[in-house]
Protein backbone atom coordinates (compact mmCIF):
# COMPACT_ATOMS: atom_id res chain seq x y z
CA UNK A 1 0.00 0.00 0.00
CA UNK A 2 1.30 3.84 -0.43
CA UNK A 3 2.42 5.46 1.66
CA UNK A 4 -0.27 8.14 0.79
CA UNK A 5 -2.62 5.76 1.27
CA UNK A 6 -1.88 4.90 3.74
CA UNK A 7 -1.94 8.31 5.69
CA UNK A 8 -5.02 8.52 4.50
CA UNK A 9 -6.39 5.61 6.82
CA UNK A 10 -4.47 7.00 9.69
CA UNK A 11 -5.90 10.57 9.27
CA UNK A 12 -9.44 9.15 8.91
CA UNK A 13 -9.45 7.21 11.49
CA UNK A 14 -9.85 4.15 9.82
CA UNK A 15 -6.45 2.75 10.44
CA UNK A 16 -6.71 2.06 13.96
CA UNK A 17 -4.16 0.45 16.53
CA UNK A 18 -1.58 2.08 19.14
CA UNK A 19 0.74 3.28 16.08
CA UNK A 20 -2.04 4.82 14.16
CA UNK A 21 -3.22 6.17 17.05
CA UNK A 22 -0.31 8.06 18.22
CA UNK A 23 0.69 8.84 14.83
CA UNK A 24 -2.66 11.15 15.19
CA UNK A 25 -1.82 12.88 18.28
CA UNK A 26 1.71 13.62 17.13
CA UNK A 27 -0.15 15.54 14.07
CA UNK A 28 -2.67 16.75 16.06
CA UNK A 29 0.06 18.33 18.16
CA UNK A 30 1.67 20.05 14.84
CA UNK A 31 -1.95 21.62 13.78
CA UNK A 32 -1.81 24.53 15.60
CA UNK A 33 1.17 25.89 14.42
CA UNK A 34 -0.23 25.33 10.85
CA UNK A 35 -2.80 27.34 11.84
CA UNK A 36 -1.38 29.89 13.24
CA UNK A 37 0.42 30.27 9.83
CA UNK A 38 -2.64 30.06 7.89
CA UNK A 39 -4.06 32.96 9.40
CA UNK A 40 -0.61 35.87 9.44
CA UNK A 41 -0.25 34.96 5.86
CA UNK A 42 -4.23 35.31 5.14
CA UNK A 43 -3.61 38.85 7.36
CA UNK A 44 -1.06 39.55 5.82
CA UNK A 45 -2.83 39.83 2.38
CA UNK A 46 -5.77 40.65 4.30
CA UNK A 47 -4.02 44.08 5.94
CA UNK A 48 -1.87 45.05 2.32
CA UNK A 49 1.16 43.86 4.28
CA UNK A 50 1.64 41.32 1.54
CA UNK A 51 1.34 42.93 -1.58
CA UNK A 52 -0.70 41.27 -4.63
CA UNK A 53 -0.10 42.20 -8.10
CA UNK A 54 -2.86 42.79 -11.33
CA UNK A 55 -2.35 41.24 -14.31
CA UNK A 56 -4.19 43.74 -16.51
CA UNK A 57 -6.75 41.28 -17.74
CA UNK A 58 -9.09 39.46 -15.82
CA UNK A 59 -8.00 36.25 -13.55
CA UNK A 60 -9.99 33.66 -12.82
CA UNK A 61 -9.10 31.26 -10.23
CA UNK A 62 -10.22 27.67 -9.53
CA UNK A 63 -8.95 26.44 -6.17
CA UNK A 64 -9.91 24.57 -3.12
CA UNK A 65 -9.76 24.21 0.68
CA UNK A 66 -8.34 20.78 0.97
CA UNK A 67 -5.51 18.74 -0.36
CA UNK A 68 -5.67 16.08 -3.02
CA UNK A 69 -8.06 16.06 -5.72
CA UNK A 70 -11.26 18.24 -6.37
CA UNK A 71 -11.83 17.41 -9.82
CA UNK A 72 -10.43 20.89 -11.06
CA UNK A 73 -8.99 20.07 -14.03
CA UNK A 74 -12.23 19.22 -15.72
CA UNK A 75 -13.80 22.47 -14.19
CA UNK A 76 -10.52 24.34 -15.64
CA UNK A 77 -11.11 22.68 -19.22
CA UNK A 78 -15.06 23.72 -19.17
CA UNK A 79 -14.08 27.18 -18.29
CA UNK A 80 -11.16 27.47 -21.37
CA UNK A 81 -13.39 25.80 -23.52
CA UNK A 82 -15.79 28.53 -22.45
CA UNK A 83 -13.93 31.24 -22.96
CA UNK A 84 -12.73 30.25 -26.29
CA UNK A 85 -15.79 29.49 -27.75
CA UNK A 86 -16.52 33.23 -27.32
CA UNK A 87 -13.49 34.36 -28.86
CA UNK A 88 -11.28 34.82 -25.86
CA UNK A 89 -7.77 34.19 -26.03
CA UNK A 90 -7.08 32.92 -22.47
CA UNK A 91 -4.64 31.02 -20.73
CA UNK A 92 -3.93 28.77 -18.20
CA UNK A 93 -1.53 29.91 -15.04
CA UNK A 94 -0.11 26.11 -13.38
CA UNK A 95 2.40 25.76 -10.63
CA UNK A 96 3.72 22.60 -12.02
CA UNK A 97 3.66 20.93 -8.76
CA UNK A 98 5.71 17.60 -8.59
CA UNK A 99 7.06 18.13 -12.06
CA UNK A 100 10.14 16.54 -12.98
CA UNK A 101 13.09 19.17 -13.56
CA UNK A 102 12.69 19.98 -17.63
CA UNK A 103 9.70 18.24 -18.18
CA UNK A 104 5.84 19.53 -17.34
CA UNK A 105 3.59 17.92 -14.66
CA UNK A 106 0.82 15.17 -15.38
CA UNK A 107 -1.89 18.30 -14.80
CA UNK A 108 -0.56 20.38 -17.56
CA UNK A 109 0.19 17.89 -20.28
CA UNK A 110 -3.50 16.30 -19.56
CA UNK A 111 -4.69 20.24 -20.10
CA UNK A 112 -2.27 20.06 -23.31
CA UNK A 113 -4.45 17.51 -24.62
CA UNK A 114 -7.64 18.24 -23.89
CA UNK A 115 -7.34 22.24 -24.64
CA UNK A 116 -4.57 22.59 -27.45
CA UNK A 117 -5.78 25.64 -28.42
CA UNK A 118 -5.06 26.98 -24.54
CA UNK A 119 -1.55 28.21 -23.67
CA UNK A 120 -0.73 26.31 -20.47
CA UNK A 121 1.87 28.39 -18.29
CA UNK A 122 3.85 26.06 -15.72
CA UNK A 123 5.69 27.93 -13.48
CA UNK A 124 6.49 28.69 -9.96
CA UNK A 125 6.18 31.94 -9.62
CA UNK A 126 2.71 32.39 -11.42
CA UNK A 127 3.52 36.22 -11.55
CA UNK A 128 5.88 36.29 -13.74
CA UNK A 129 3.55 33.67 -15.76
CA UNK A 130 1.01 35.88 -16.37
CA UNK A 131 3.15 38.82 -17.27
CA UNK A 132 4.50 36.46 -19.88
CA UNK A 133 0.93 35.66 -20.91
CA UNK A 134 -0.44 39.13 -21.04
CA UNK A 135 2.80 41.19 -22.38
CA UNK A 136 4.47 38.80 -25.03
CA UNK A 137 1.14 36.42 -25.80
CA UNK A 138 -1.69 38.76 -26.02
CA UNK A 139 -3.95 36.54 -23.45
CA UNK A 140 -7.46 38.75 -22.59
CA UNK A 141 -8.05 36.34 -19.49
CA UNK A 142 -6.26 33.78 -17.27
CA UNK A 143 -7.28 30.66 -15.51
CA UNK A 144 -5.35 30.05 -12.05
CA UNK A 145 -5.60 26.38 -11.67
CA UNK A 146 -4.79 26.20 -7.53
CA UNK A 147 -5.14 29.64 -7.02
CA UNK A 148 -7.38 29.84 -3.89
CA UNK A 149 -3.95 29.81 -1.73
CA UNK A 150 -2.11 31.56 -4.37
CA UNK A 151 -3.01 35.26 -3.08
CA UNK A 152 0.06 37.11 -4.81
CA UNK A 153 -2.38 37.54 -7.94
CA UNK A 154 -5.47 39.36 -7.52
CA UNK A 155 -8.29 37.60 -9.13
CA UNK A 156 -11.29 39.05 -10.40
CA UNK A 157 -13.75 35.44 -9.95
CA UNK A 158 -12.80 33.38 -7.02
CA UNK A 159 -14.13 29.66 -7.79
CA UNK A 160 -13.59 26.74 -4.81
CA UNK A 161 -14.42 23.49 -5.67
CA UNK A 162 -15.92 21.00 -2.50
CA UNK A 163 -15.04 17.59 -3.12
CA UNK A 164 -18.46 15.96 -2.24
CA UNK A 165 -16.64 12.73 -1.27
CA UNK A 166 -14.51 14.42 1.20
CA UNK A 167 -15.74 17.91 1.50
CA UNK A 168 -13.95 19.64 4.39
CA UNK A 169 -10.92 16.92 4.84
CA UNK A 170 -12.28 15.02 7.80
CA UNK A 171 -13.07 18.27 9.65
CA UNK A 172 -9.20 19.11 10.50
CA UNK A 173 -7.08 21.32 9.10
CA UNK A 174 -3.04 19.96 7.92
CA UNK A 175 -1.49 17.73 9.26
CA UNK A 176 -4.15 16.88 11.21
CA UNK A 177 -6.46 16.58 8.66
CA UNK A 178 -6.57 17.52 4.75
CA UNK A 179 -7.88 20.83 5.05
CA UNK A 180 -5.68 23.87 3.92
CA UNK A 181 -7.54 26.46 5.52
CA UNK A 182 -10.26 26.59 8.43
CA UNK A 183 -13.52 26.36 6.36
CA UNK A 184 -14.37 30.03 6.81
CA UNK A 185 -11.96 30.87 4.51
CA UNK A 186 -14.79 29.90 2.20
CA UNK A 187 -15.72 34.03 2.85
CA UNK A 188 -13.42 34.79 -0.02
CA UNK A 189 -15.15 32.49 -2.46
CA UNK A 190 -17.38 34.21 -4.79
CA UNK A 191 -18.26 30.99 -6.56
CA UNK A 192 -18.54 27.70 -4.74
CA UNK A 193 -18.78 24.48 -6.59
CA UNK A 194 -19.51 20.68 -5.30
CA UNK A 195 -17.86 18.62 -7.20
CA UNK A 196 -18.80 14.52 -7.96
CA UNK A 197 -22.01 14.63 -6.50
CA UNK A 198 -23.03 11.45 -8.05
CA UNK A 199 -20.88 10.03 -5.51
CA UNK A 200 -22.57 11.45 -2.47
CA UNK A 201 -26.08 11.14 -1.02
CA UNK A 202 -28.38 13.60 -0.97
CA UNK A 203 -28.15 13.98 2.88
CA UNK A 204 -24.64 14.74 2.30
CA UNK A 205 -25.26 16.77 -0.28
CA UNK A 206 -27.90 19.17 1.97
CA UNK A 207 -25.37 18.92 4.73
CA UNK A 208 -22.83 20.71 2.97
CA UNK A 209 -25.03 22.88 0.79
CA UNK A 210 -26.04 23.89 4.69
CA UNK A 211 -22.35 24.15 5.71
CA UNK A 212 -21.26 26.45 2.70
CA UNK A 213 -24.20 28.43 2.98
CA UNK A 214 -22.35 30.12 6.37
CA UNK A 215 -20.17 31.56 4.29
CA UNK A 216 -21.83 32.14 0.63
CA UNK A 217 -25.04 32.79 -0.79
CA UNK A 218 -26.53 30.08 -2.47
CA UNK A 219 -27.61 31.55 -5.33
CA UNK A 220 -23.59 31.62 -5.86
CA UNK A 221 -23.21 27.86 -5.49
CA UNK A 222 -23.21 25.23 -8.41
CA UNK A 223 -23.39 21.22 -7.97
CA UNK A 224 -21.63 19.20 -10.70
CA UNK A 225 -20.99 15.88 -10.94
CA UNK A 226 -18.10 13.77 -12.96
CA UNK A 227 -19.84 11.95 -16.26
CA UNK A 228 -17.77 9.16 -17.99
CA UNK A 229 -17.34 9.77 -21.71
CA UNK A 230 -15.56 7.20 -23.49
CA UNK A 231 -12.09 5.20 -22.72
CA UNK A 232 -8.96 6.48 -24.74
CA UNK A 233 -5.65 5.22 -25.60
CA UNK A 234 -2.51 7.58 -24.79
CA UNK A 235 -2.53 7.54 -29.22
CA UNK A 236 -5.97 9.53 -28.66
CA UNK A 237 -7.95 6.72 -30.38
CA UNK A 238 -11.39 6.59 -28.87
CA UNK A 239 -13.24 3.56 -27.75
CA UNK A 240 -17.01 3.65 -26.62
CA UNK A 241 -17.94 2.57 -22.82
CA UNK A 242 -19.21 -0.62 -23.70
CA UNK A 243 -15.71 -1.70 -24.97
CA UNK A 244 -14.66 -3.70 -21.80
CA UNK A 245 -18.68 -3.72 -20.21
CA UNK A 246 -18.54 -6.64 -17.98
CA UNK A 247 -14.94 -7.74 -18.15
CA UNK A 248 -11.67 -8.05 -15.73
CA UNK A 249 -10.30 -5.05 -15.52
CA UNK A 250 -7.33 -3.32 -13.60
CA UNK A 251 -7.64 -0.63 -12.35
CA UNK A 252 -4.64 1.78 -11.49
CA UNK A 253 -3.93 5.27 -10.59
CA UNK A 254 -1.69 8.26 -8.74
CA UNK A 255 -4.07 10.75 -8.09
CA UNK A 256 -5.13 12.81 -5.04
CA UNK A 257 -8.38 11.19 -4.62
CA UNK A 258 -8.40 7.34 -5.73
CA UNK A 259 -11.35 6.32 -3.59
CA UNK A 260 -13.43 8.70 -6.50
CA UNK A 261 -11.80 7.19 -9.45
CA UNK A 262 -12.90 3.53 -8.39
CA UNK A 263 -16.32 4.61 -6.80
CA UNK A 264 -16.54 6.35 -10.43
CA UNK A 265 -15.95 3.06 -12.64
CA UNK A 266 -18.15 0.56 -10.21
CA UNK A 267 -20.87 3.52 -10.19
CA UNK A 268 -20.65 2.98 -13.95
CA UNK A 269 -20.81 -0.24 -14.44
CA UNK A 270 -17.11 -1.85 -14.37
CA UNK A 271 -15.98 -3.98 -11.15
CA UNK A 272 -11.94 -4.12 -11.27
CA UNK A 273 -10.60 -7.16 -10.16
CA UNK A 274 -7.93 -5.51 -8.65
CA UNK A 275 -6.85 -2.02 -7.76
CA UNK A 276 -3.93 -0.40 -7.25
CA UNK A 277 -3.54 3.33 -5.50
CA UNK A 278 0.06 5.07 -6.22
CA UNK A 279 0.54 8.56 -4.64
CA UNK A 280 -0.48 11.91 -6.27
CA UNK A 281 1.44 12.97 -9.07
CA UNK A 282 3.31 9.61 -9.25
CA UNK A 283 5.92 9.04 -11.81
CA UNK A 284 5.87 5.46 -13.22
CA UNK A 285 8.92 3.79 -12.84
CA UNK A 286 9.93 0.70 -14.66
CA UNK A 287 9.42 -1.42 -11.38
CA UNK A 288 5.68 0.24 -11.21
CA UNK A 289 5.04 -0.49 -14.74
CA UNK A 290 6.62 -4.16 -14.25
CA UNK A 291 4.49 -4.77 -11.01
CA UNK A 292 0.91 -3.62 -12.94
CA UNK A 293 1.64 -5.80 -15.29
CA UNK A 294 2.18 -8.97 -12.96
CA UNK A 295 -0.80 -7.65 -11.05
CA UNK A 296 -2.72 -7.79 -14.64
CA UNK A 297 -1.56 -11.50 -15.60
CA UNK A 298 -2.14 -12.48 -12.30
CA UNK A 299 -5.95 -11.14 -12.24
CA UNK A 300 -6.40 -12.71 -16.12
CA UNK A 301 -7.43 -9.17 -16.99
CA UNK A 302 -8.17 -8.28 -20.70
CA UNK A 303 -7.32 -4.72 -20.09
CA UNK A 304 -5.67 -2.18 -17.48
CA UNK A 305 -7.56 1.32 -17.31
CA UNK A 306 -6.64 4.43 -15.69
CA UNK A 307 -7.15 8.06 -15.56
CA UNK A 308 -6.17 10.41 -18.58
CA UNK A 309 -4.03 12.05 -15.91
CA UNK A 310 -2.28 8.90 -15.17
CA UNK A 311 -1.96 8.17 -19.09
CA UNK A 312 -0.41 11.29 -20.10
CA UNK A 313 2.67 10.11 -17.96
CA UNK A 314 2.57 5.96 -18.92
CA UNK A 315 2.57 7.22 -22.62
CA UNK A 316 1.69 4.33 -24.11
CA UNK A 317 -1.07 1.80 -25.22
CA UNK A 318 -0.06 -0.85 -23.59
CA UNK A 319 1.63 -2.35 -20.51
CA UNK A 320 3.35 -5.67 -21.32
CA UNK A 321 0.82 -7.43 -23.58
CA UNK A 322 -2.22 -6.04 -21.98
CA UNK A 323 -3.95 -3.03 -23.15
CA UNK A 324 -3.96 0.09 -21.42
CA UNK A 325 -6.86 2.53 -21.63
CA UNK A 326 -8.04 5.65 -19.90
CA UNK A 327 -11.19 6.69 -18.52
CA UNK A 328 -12.38 10.26 -20.21
CA UNK A 329 -14.98 12.10 -17.94
CA UNK A 330 -16.31 15.30 -18.13
CA UNK A 331 -18.40 17.76 -16.10
CA UNK A 332 -22.09 17.74 -15.50
CA UNK A 333 -24.05 20.24 -13.44
CA UNK A 334 -27.10 19.42 -12.25
CA UNK A 335 -27.72 23.19 -10.89
CA UNK A 336 -25.87 26.98 -11.31
CA UNK A 337 -24.52 26.23 -14.72
CA UNK A 338 -26.20 29.09 -15.94
CA UNK A 339 -25.21 31.61 -13.01
CA UNK A 340 -21.18 30.36 -13.23
CA UNK A 341 -21.42 31.09 -17.38
CA UNK A 342 -22.90 34.49 -16.66
CA UNK A 343 -20.47 35.17 -14.29
CA UNK A 344 -17.46 34.51 -16.21
CA UNK A 345 -19.10 35.97 -19.41
CA UNK A 346 -20.10 39.03 -17.63
CA UNK A 347 -16.29 39.59 -16.36
CA UNK A 348 -14.59 38.78 -19.89
CA UNK A 349 -17.19 41.61 -21.60
CA UNK A 350 -17.26 44.42 -18.80
CA UNK A 351 -13.10 44.23 -19.18
CA UNK A 352 -12.67 43.18 -22.83
Known amino acids: MPDTVRMLEVISGK???VLAGSTRMVLG?????YRLSVWFRNLAFDQGWKRTEAAGVPVISIGNMT????GKTPLVIWIARLLREHGIRVAVLSRGYKAIEGATNDESLELQRAIPDVPVLENPDRVASARVAVEELEMQALLLDDGFQHRRISRDLNI???????PFGYGRLLPRGLLREPVGSLARADI???TRSNLASEQLLDDIRARIGRWVNEKNAAVSRTVPQHWVRSDGKEFPLEELTGKPVVAVCGIGNPA??????????????????FPDHHHFASVDIEGIAALARESSAVAIVCTV?????LDRNRIGQIPLYALQTGIEFQSGEEMLRSRILELVTETG
Open 15 to 17: KRG
Open 29 to 33: MLTPA
Open 67 to 70: VGGT
Open 160 to 166: VLIDATN
Open 192 to 194: VVI
Open 260 to 277: GFFSLLEQSGFRPCRQKA
Open 309 to 313: KDLVK
